[in-house]
Every structure is written in structure tokens, then in C-alpha cells.
RNA sequence: CGGAGCGUAGCGUAGCCCGGUAUCGCGCCAGUUUUGGGAACUGGAGGCCGCAGGUUCGAAUCCUGCCGUUCCGACCA
């Protein structure tokens, strides 16, 4: 490709709205433009690079026997209200206002309604169908460029099978394939076990890319035995241990306190393990309200996912008007003991399983209790996983330590089981005749989004820094022109040796009139791989010079021998 | 949805407090010189100062409302 001919609006300076590595140089180097608030134009170079990663992650779908296909985007809502996930996905849902009809956030439904009449004998069994769709969701807040946008391109697969056994086995090629993808698109990736959010299903397993831009935080032990995303991770610790002391709860005067903190200084605590830290939640559910009050250790903290697989999504922190009503108190105040509303759940961290001596809210403003026994004291209560895990504990085979970091999310695949073959009716039958519901995976990647991540990951104050599959071309072909006609007759022949002869993708800086550091600079910015510069200093001997964008490394070479170091040089 | 900020030429900005018809840099166009790491000079084009209303002789500037957008948080896959 000729840069006069190529449409590449490369910008000199960081755009003032953008934060993030990848956003910032996207659109530096011509990627991408905003349209609004997270929807993003592909600009041609951009578009080349989502291409690679979409002919990727088709030929590995392919590979284990994918069919692509490619959905409406837009669907009746209807479909959706029969799943309930109408309801479910509310606002984040676009809504087609004069027709009732919904831009697809993913395309579960849409999937089933074909799978329904087309797959209805286990002799149809085992499908893997997938699709690169535009996906519609209307984010809050869309941030970071691509990597959180209201539209986006998706990898969406779906497996149908007629076993639970099928179905692992489905689920096992899909999570190979994925290693596949995202080892040839260059990242630095980990996979962790998940949470399987809205959508529903059992096991779960996200690709997560390492990047301070990430959205999530994830949890690996550091002999990487063990990798969760930090909504579901459990770690090692020792249990609050139970004195057995027997002493009598009661009740003391604490004013103002109403933070753990506050309250370990004014009983002199150093260890807040047995400073219990309460919390209120309401589980709101078609028989009106369930209300739960979770306790952990005052240094903990409670996973609010975790709580959310225990009860569904509907879970949330009960308000401060609420919490009065059911407490008898205010935040601050609240503990397990002496509860105003009797018809409460509590539920307790492991931790504190059969603790005493704890310190608690006595559910009157100013007031806590110390000396509580959980196995005296509270009636009905159950012990859950409910603390988030800290950075340096132990992992639960007590072998490792666990770290935090921030990941970005590239891919999702999850077991979804029968729950839209069931709420869609779509069956099969069995060799014994027997209808049963089609038992689905589901799977997705972000085509921007692992663009992005790849960005986040390799670049320098220069700009980005292209290899392997993901390298939009392989060489930039720099020709130093100025008045040489020999610059300008070596380039072109250089150029069409490359482009012509070895079929290399090669961009051709052919522009006329352009300073050498406005070149060096550009090439360095959009980050292809090998550059190869012709300059009248260097030809008048003969030669030619390549650069490698990564290292920075420098051969002056005879002319002649241009064409083969390029062609070892790509190779790396 | 809560908090904070921003909206002036293609991009980045000054001016706003204290009202008088918009500043500078980059980029763009023409010309001359230049040509290996974002050139110099000369000349030029380009603006409903986000929108609407109000105050005023007069509004980019003050007031009200709205819209857009960014960041933090909440929410979300």
C-alpha cells in the first residue's frame, strides 16, 4: 500500500480525552475516531488489524468444526422477554423506539430460535455455531476507548449438545481454541475461573490479559497453580479462633463510632479479626423482600459476587432509610444480635464459623455488644465464603501466595447448560426416543477489545509496536526522496519486489515533499515491525538501512541484499 | 445514578473572575529556501465561542435551563 493512497491521519499529539495506552495511540496513529460517547469508527488501518484478529478467531473456530454464520443485529423483543432477560438486561439494552424491536447485546436467543426446529434429534448433535456481530449495549459509562464501548465487534459461539459429557467436551475444544487465538495474537494472557454473571450456567473461565487499563482485578498465586478472577477467589486462613471463655454478651456505650477503625480505637484493638463488620442487604424477589445481613471479620471485606451467586443478581445493599426499619439502627450500629426485624438470614463469613468474644452493633444507635458467641448467641445462622481476598494470603492448598493484578477481559466461555434451550423449548430427542433440552455453551471475545489489550501491552513513548500475526503490514518501506531520482527508482523497485514478487505486506511511505523525521516518526507510531529506509547518504555506497521497531536495532546492508534481510527479519 | 471537570478553527489552547466582537501553537493552502529524527521565512484561508432563553446599549465572558463529552465511583460481561 502506498501511504499517498492510504487513508492514515496520524495525530502529533495525545488527544486531551484520552487516558489509557491503547486509546491514546488508536487514535494517534489513525486507528480509530469517536462518533460518540463509546462508539468508535474503524478507520482503514484499524480495520486491518480487527480483521486479523477476526480471520484469527475464524480460523480457529473453524478448526474444531465451527459453523459461521452471521444474525440480524436487531431482534424482536418478544424473544427476549420469553428468556426474561428483557427484564434482566433493563437499560443496558438498546431500544428501537418505533418498532418493537431491540439491537442485540448477544445473540443467545437469536441462536436458539434456529437451533429449535433445525436441531431435534441427537443424530443433529453435537453444533458449534458462531458468529463476528456487532454487538449493542447501552453502558453507563463507556470508557478507555474500545475497551469499554456501546458498540462493539464480538466473537459469539455457541455449542449445542445432547450431554452433559458432550458438552464438557465441547467446552474443552472451545478453551483450547481460545489458548490458540490469543497465543497468535501476540498477548500476554492468563485464564481464571469466573463468575458467569447474568447470563446464567456453571463452570466459567475468562481470558484475562494483564493491563493497568483493565477493568478487572484477577488473582494468581505466584507458582501460577492458581488463577480466579477476584469475584469468585478463595484463599487460606486461619479461622477467628473461639475462647471458649462463656462470658455474657453486653452492651456498651460507644458514641460516634461507626467505622471498624473508629471502633478499634476506642476499644484499644489492635487485632480486628473479632471486631465483626455487619451488612445489610435485600434480595428483592417476587414475594416481595428477603433481607440478609452479612458479618465478616473488620478487616474484611464482603464479596458482593459472591453474595450475588448465593442469591442471584437482584442483591443489593439494603438503603439507609431501609436499614433503621430492619435493624433498629444505622450503619455503624448494626450487628447480629437484638435485630429489630426477627425474619433476617444472617450469614457469616467461614472466618467466623462458631466465633466468640466477638464485638458487634447492638442495633441501638451509640451501642455495641462485646462478648458475643455465634453458637449461643444467633439462632439459624449459616456460615458462606463471603470475604474478598487479600494480596499475600496463602492460596487454599497453602503451597503459594496469592497476587492481585489488573486484567483486562478478552474472552468468556462458559457451560450454559438448558437455561434457553428450556425458557425457548428448544429439545431433542434421545435414541430412546425421550425429549430433553439442548445443553449449550456459550463463548465470546471482543474483536476490538483484544486489539486493544495487545496495545496496552506493546508499546513505547514512540508509539505502538506491531508483531507477528496481529503486524497490519510486515514492513514500512521508508523512501528519503528529496531531489534523488535514484531514492525514488530503488524504492519503487524495492516495492514492488516486496509487495509483487513475496507477496509481504508492505506499507510504501511514497510521500514527496515530507521531512525524513516526519517519516521516522510516523513509521515508529503505527509500529510496524521492520523498517526498511532508502537515503540518498546511504545509496551513494550503495545501501540501504533497516531498522527493527522493537529494539531499535540498525543494519546498513548493500542494496542487494535488502530483500533477503527483510525476509529474515519479518520472520522474528 | 452520585461526585468532579470540560465544551472557543481539523487538533491542542488563551481570553471568562473584572462584559466592548476572539489569542497563540500545530496542522492546512501558495511561494522561496531546505531535506537522515516532527524545518525556516513570507503571504493566506479557516470561528453560529455546544444549544436555547434571560440580563445589558453591548455577552465567549454574568444568570437560568438543556445538550454533549471526559475522569472517579456505583452498576455491568
Given at each position: 500500500m502506498r501511504l499517498t493512497k492510504f487513508f492514515l491521519p496520524t495525530l502529533k499529539d495525545d488527544p486531551v480525552?484520552?487516558?489509557t495506552a491503547s486509546h491514546k495511540l488508536m487514535i494517534r496513529a489513525g486507528m480509530i475516531r469517536q462518533l460518540t460517547s463509546g462508539v468508535y469508527s474503524s478507520l482503514p488501518f484499524g480495520l486491518i488489524v480487527f480483521r486479523k484478529v477476526e480471520n484469527i478467531i475464524r480460523e480457529e473456530m473453524n478448526a474444531i468444526g465451527g459453523n459461521e454464520f452471521l444474525l440480524p443485529a436487531i431482534s424482536p423483543a418478544e424473544l427476549w422477554a420469553e428468556t426474561g432477560r428483557l427484564e434482566d438486561y433493563g437499560d443496558l439494552m438498546f431500544r428501537i423506539k418505533n418498532r418493537e424491536l431491540v439491537l442485540c447485546p448477544t445473540h443467545e436467543e437469536v441462536f436458539t430460535s434456529i437451533a429449535?426446529?433445525?436441531?431435534?434429534?441427537?443424530?443433529?448433535?453435537p453444533q458449534v455455531w458462531y458468529q463476528i456481530q456487532s454487538k449493542f449495549r447501552n453502558e453507563e459509562r463507556p470508557r478507555a476507548g474500545v475497551l469499554r464501548g456501546r458498540q462493539f465487534t464480538m466473537k459469539d459461539a455457541y455449542s449445542f449438545d445432547s450431554s452433559w459429557e458432550a458438552l464438557d467436551r465441547s467446552y474443552n475444544d472451545m478453551a483450547k481454541a481460545y489458548r490458540n487465538i490469543f497465543t497468535r495474537c501476540g498477548l500476554d494472557f492468563t485464564v481464571v475461573s469466573a463468575h458467569s454473571g447474568a447470563m446464567g450456567g456453571s463452570d466459567s473461565e475468562e481470558f484475562m490479559v494483564p493491563a493497568g487499563a483493565g477493568e478487572d482485578n484477577i488473582v494468581i498465586s505466584e507458582d501460577g497453580s492458581y488463577a480466579s478472577n477476584l469475584e469468585v477467589a478463595v484463599s487460606y486462613k486461619e479461622k477467628v479462633?473461639?475462647?471458649?471463655?462463656?462470658l455474657a454478651a453486653e452492651e456498651f456505650h460507644t458514641p460516634d463510632i461507626k467505622t471498624i477503625d473508629e471502633l478499634a480505637d476506642f476499644t484499644g484493638?489492635?487485632?480486628?479479626?473479632?471486631l465483626a463488620k455487619s451488612r445489610v442487604f435485600v434480595n428483592a424477589g417476587k414475594d416481595g423482600n428477603e433481607y440478609v445481613l452479612t458479618l465478616v471479620c473488620g478487616d474484611d471485606e464482603v464479596n458482593e459476587m459472591k453474595l450475588q451467586n448465593y442469591f442471584g443478581i437482584n442483591i443489593r445493599s439494603a438503603h439507609n432509610e431501609e436499614l433503621m426499619e430492619i435493624?433498629?439502627?444505622?450503619?455503624?450500629?448494626?450487628?447480629?444480635?437484638?435485630?429489630?426485624?426477627?425474619?433476617i438470614r444472617i450469614i457469616a463469613d467461614?472466618?467466623?464459623?462458631?466465633?466468640?468474644?466477638l464485638v458487634s452493633g447492638?442495633?441501638?444507635?451509640?451501642y455495641h455488644l462485646k462478648n458475643i458467641d455465634l453458637k449461643r448467641d444467633v439462632k439459624g445462622i449459616e456460615y458462606k465464603d463471603l470475604r474478598i481476598v487479600k494480596e499475600g494470603e496463602e492460596t487454599s492448598d497453602r503451597k503459594s501466595k496469592i497476587k492481585i493484578t489488573r486484567a483486562i477481559e478478552v474472552g468468556h466461555i462458559f457451560k450454559l447448560g438448558t437455561k434457553y434451550a428450556e425458557s425457548l423449548g428448544a429439545t431433542f430427542l434421545d435414541a430412546e426416543g425421550k425429549e430433553n433440552p439442548v445443553i449449550m455453551g456459550s463463548y465470546g471475545i471482543g474483536v476490538e477489545r483484544t486489539a486493544a489489550s495487545y496495545i496496552e501491552q506493546n508499546n513505547d513513548d514512540k508509539g505502538i509496536i506491531w508483531k507477528g500475526e496481529?503486524?497490519?503490514?510486515k514492513v514500512i518501506l521508508i523512501s528519503l526522496g528529496g531531489k534523488s531520482d535514484e531514492v525514488k527508482n530503488i524504492s519503487e523497485e524495492l516495492y514492488g519486489q516486496l509487495s509483487n514478487e513475496k507477496k509481504i505486506e508492505t506499507l510504501y511511505?511514497?510521500?514527496?515533499?515530507?521531512r525524513p523525521g516526519v517519516k521516522f516518526n510516523d513509521a515508529d507510531l503505527i509500529g510496524i515491525p521492520v523498517q526498511l529506509i532508502i537515503g540518498e547518504k546511504n545509496l551513494k555506497e550503495g545501501n540501504v538501512e533497516i531498522k527493527k521497531r522493537r529494539t531499535g536495532e540498525r543494519f546498513i546492508i548493500r542494496k542487494e541484499d535488502a530483500l533477503n534481510k527483510v525476509m529474515e527479519l519479518i520472520k522474528d
Open positions: 480525552d484520552a487516558v429449535k426446529p433445525n436441531l431435534i434429534s441427537y443424530k443433529d448433535l479462633d473461639r475462647k471458649n471463655s462463656d484493638t489492635k487485632d480486628k479479626s473479632h435493624t433498629g439502627a444505622d450503619a455503624g450500629s448494626i450487628g447480629p444480635v437484638g435485630l429489630k426485624n426477627k425474619n467461614l472466618l467466623l464459623e462458631d466465633a466468640d468474644e447492638a442495633n441501638k444507635n451509640d496481529l503486524a497490519p503490514f511511505d511514497d510521500r514527496e515533499g515530507v
